[in-house]
């Protein structure tokens, strides 16, 4: 099985991300590894009853490149 890297990690939260909130600006703001697990934090705007904010989401997948959880909470 192909090792599952950091960048793999990154490419498949920023897609999601992507896919989910229908923008196509997202910004990484770190990625690490804990307890087996790569956890994606970062930014992305939204645009909210006619006001943009900035939304903050954290994506945790797996070793084998499944997604575990999403979150996202506004800034």
Request: hydrophobic share 40%; aromatic share 8%; with cysteine.
């Amino acid at each position: 099985m192909k090792a599952f890297s950091k960048e793999d990690a990154q490419e498949i939260a920023v897609d999601l991300v992507r896919k989910k909130k229908n923008s196509e600006d997202i910004a990484v703001a770190s990625v690490e590894q804990k307890d087996g697990v790569w956890i994606i934090n970062g930014t992305c705007p939204i645009n909210l009853e006619g006001h943009p904010w900035t939304e903050r989401f954290e994506v945790v997948i797996d070793r084998k490149g499944k997604v575990k959880s999403m979150y996202f909470s506004l800034l």
